[in-house]
Every structure is written in C-alpha cells, then in structure tokens.
C-alpha cells in the first residue's frame, strides 16, 4: 500500500465501508458504550456542579459564623453579644445575623428567610430570588404569603429581585424586613439567629476561633473554609460510591467489547485474511481496526458526555442527584451550573475510550500476525 496521507485516507475509506457492512453490531455496541458513559459522566458533572454551587454560596459568607449551643442544639444567641466579640484582638466586625429556613408546601417548600445587612426593606416588602418568583408564578410587586407560628398567613409584597450568587439562593431565598422575619419565625426582639465576625487577617481565623471556644464554652464557631471542605468532602465521597457501583456495568462491557473483538466473526477472518494475501501489511490492518474503534468510541462518548451534560444542567435532574444529596430536604429545585471543565472531560475520555481502544486493537494484532491460510479458516 502507498504512504503518506494517501494511505491513510484509502484506509480511511476502507474503514467507513466496513463499518457500514457491520453497522447493526456497531450500532449496539456504541448503545451500550454511551450509555455507560452517560450514567459515570452524569456522577461526575452533578457533583461538580453541586460543590461548585456550595462555593458559589459560601463565597460571601463571614470567616467565622457563631453559634449558641444549648444541650448540644443550635439556639438563638443575644444580639448584644456582638460586642464582646467584636474585642477580640484580630476581628474587624462582629455583627448579628438574622435568617431562617421556613418550611411552608403552600409557598414552594422550603425557602431561605433573610433580613439584609443593609437595612433596606421596611414592613412587609420583600425581596425574592429570580428562580423561585418564576416558579411560584410571582410577577413584580406580586404577593407571597407565608404562615407565621400560631398559623396566620404573612403577606409580603415582592417589591425588588433578591441579587444572589448561586443558584440555591436564586431557587430559596426571601429576603425581608427584620419586624416581617420576627413575625414569621416568632424569633424574640434582642435575639438573633447566630454572630457573622469578620476577620482581618485570613491567617488568624483559627486562632480566633480558638479564643472564642475558650473564653464562651457555650458558643461554636463554624468556620467558612471548613465548610467549603465538608461540602467537598461529602460530594466526592457519594459520588466516588456511585462511580465505584457503576463500575461493575462499564468492566462487564469492556469484557464484552473484548470477546467480541476476540472472538472475530468469519466475515471478518475472512476479511483480515485476504487483505493479508493481497499485500495489506500488519501496520495497515492495525490502522484499520484502530480507525473502526477510534470511530465507535468517539462517537460513543460524544453521545454519552453531551447527553450527561444536558441531563445534569435541567431543573429537575435525574435521580442521582438525591443520591448525592443524601437524605436532606433542604434543597430546593434549582438548576445547576453543570458546566463541564476540561480536567473532568479528559479524564472520562482517557478513562472510557482508551481501554476500548486496547481490547479491540489487541485481538486484531493476533489476527493480523498470523497466517493468512490459518486465518481464513479460522
């Protein structure tokens, strides 16, 4: 055979025509191979997605958030308390923080109370997040009503947008007025949810946290940078669960793909056999069949990461989204930033296409190296 680029697109065309020759099995095969790759690439872009978005929402959260625990469970702490903690040596500002989860079916589920820093809302304005307006139906100055404690509904006029950085805060978040957040909740007055310090220097936070344990055994503070690790830590961990269950399909059909591509049919025997007694060389048949895996596999994984990336990018995505959310319900229905980056494509496509790639060029070097007498029968 000639070389050069003349060679390759000779076996090039080769290639199309005997994947149209066989093209039932090849189409079965790369059913199944997509789908394996759907299923791990879904794993890996939700939970990508949900870390990212649990970054996204602590990213403007203070470096240390304190806590009041009373027989192991949160409680309200005073307001006044601020001050004292404003004095240690290293904290730039200690203010009182007020929000709530505030579980109401009739209202969209579970949402995010919060009274803003800045003081802006007055009475029973409110300001909410763009995805749950749209999903409630809420145009603007529309009415949300939430029920307070003894029962009574809340009505609060959505007057602006609530500006977030997430797509959680999007999906939950009701920001309103402090007088509307203690009517609601039945918060006392004086009393606030937890303290939000602000540290100087990020390097001293630990060592704050340290002072605050030991000079108030009742407070806990919980640091942001833990909290970023946590929710990594939980991500990975399920989704690592998951991926080691899907294994089991994806090595079966790796098993399959090898003794079909062991297990040559006579067409093919046949085929590999009289490429030989024409002049084929070893290195001509090995680039056809590498150029026949090459093809299934690509198109397989384009099919199976394009399909994931869509299916972890919807509002309601599929069912393993729970899995890594585990049994909470604090989640609302949100749509996840699921954009896949390089490092997560590169290592699905080394992780799925390459081991095909070995298990079907492999037995055709055994066929290609042997004689073509004793191919053809086999």
């Known amino acids: 055979m000639t070389s050069g680029p003349r060679r390759h697109l000779r076996i090039f065309a080769f290639t199309a025509g005997a994947l149209r020759r066989r093209w039932r099995r090849n189409l079965v095969l790369a059913v199944v191979y997509a789908a394996m790759i759907f299923f791990t690439a879904t794993v890996v872009f939700l939970s990508q997605a949900l870390e990212r978005a649990a970054k996204e929402a602590l990213r403007d959260a203070p470096e240390i958030t304190v806590q009041r625990l009373i027989a192991g469970r949160n409680a309200p702490v005073s307001a006044d308390s601020a001050a004292a903690l404003s004095g240690i040596v290293g904290v730039r500002e200690a203010r009182p923080r007020l929000w709530a989860y505030h579980d109401d079916p009739a209202a969209g589920g579970l949402l995010l109370l919060r009274v803003p820093e800045d003081g802006r809302l007055r009475g029973h304005d409110a300001a ?8 409630l139906g809420i145009p603007a100055g529309g009415t949300i009503v939430l029920r307070a404690p003894s029962g009574e509904p809340v009505a609060l006029r959505v007057a602006e947008t609530a500006v977030t950085g997430s797509p959680l805060g999007s999906a939950a978040l009701v920001e309103v007025s402090e007088t509307a957040f203690r009517e609601i909740t039945g918060m006392p ?11 100087r220097n990020r390097k001293e936070v630990p060592t704050v946290a340290a002072k605050i344990g030991l000079r108030h055994p009742a407070a806990r503070p919980v640091l942001r940078d833990e909290l970023v690790r946590t929710y990594g830590y939980v991500f990975n961990r399920r989704s690592g669960v998951i991926v080691a269950v899907l294994l089991l399909p994806l090595l079966a059909f790796v098993l399959f793909a090898w003794d079909k591509a062991s297990g040559l049919d006579p067409s093919e025997r046949r085929e590999i ?23 299934v596999s690509i198109a397989s994984f384009a099919a199976g990461t394009g399909l994931a990336a869509v299916a972890a990018s919807l509002p309601h995505p599929p069912a393993v989204l729970q899995a890594l959310l585990g ?10 930033p699921a954009v896949p980056d390089a490092y997560q494509v590169a290592t699905l496509f080394f992780l799925s296409v390459f081991p095909y790639l070995v298990v079907t060029v492999i037995p055709a070097w055994r066929a290609a190296t042997t004689d073509p007498d004793l191919v053809m029968r086999g």
């Open 327 to 336: 049994w909470s319900t604090l989640y609302p229905p949100f749509r996840g």
């Open 128 to 135: 909410a997040g763009a995805d749950l307006t749209r999903r």
């Open 189 to 199: 007055e004086g009393t606030a949810t937890d303290l939000a310090l602000r540290v």
């Open 273 to 295: 056999g009289i490429m030989k007694a024409v002049g084929w060389e070893t290195s001509d048949i090995l680039l056809l069949k590498s150029y026949e895996a090459i093809a």
